[in-house]
Nanobody
Framework: QVQLVESGGGLVQAGGSLRLSCAAS????????MGWFRQAPGKEREFVSR????????YYADSVKGRFTISRDNAKNTVYLQMNSLKPEDTAVYYC?????????????????????WGQGTQVTVSS
């Protein structure tokens, strides 16, 4: 497993932007597909986005498509989530996760069980 640490959360007004970062502890970061999930109060954790090991393939939940962009910098062992046009319904704790078993895949691997390492989460609050 790999240790993951998220940062970049905060309070933002509706329509604003935030960029989340997730730093991984291992140099083998390049061997993992990475994902972002979120969990709102009283709701189940849900998939947000996923990126393949090279960054060439990405996949998004319909609720964030066109507003969020996932990217990665393998030299820095970091994955990012750029969030634009934020809505109050985007308010949640955001988690990054790593999948070592299907590094080339973006679409089709969106379940919580597809990932074996998780960060502690970072809070994103969008005010109306």
């Amino acid at each position: 497993q790999v240790q993951l640490v998220e940062s970049g959360g905060g309070l933002v007004q509706a329509g604003g932007s935030l960029r989340l970062s997730c730093a991984a502890s291992r140099r083998t970061f390049v061997e993992y597909a990475m994902g972002w999930f979120r969990q709102a109060p009283g709701k189940e954790r849900e998939f947000v986005s996923r990126i393949s090991w090279s960054g060439s393939s990405t996949y998004y939940a319909d609720s964030v498509k066109g507003r969020f962009t996932i990217s990665r910098d393998n030299a820095k062992n970091t994955v990012y989530l750029q969030m634009n046009s934020l809505k109050p319904e985007d308010t949640a704790v955001y988690y990054c996760a790593a999948d070592p078993l299907s590094p080339r895949v973006a679409a089709g691997k969106t379940r919580i069980s597809d990932f074996n390492s998780w960060g502690q989460g970072t809070q994103v609050t969008v005010s109306s």
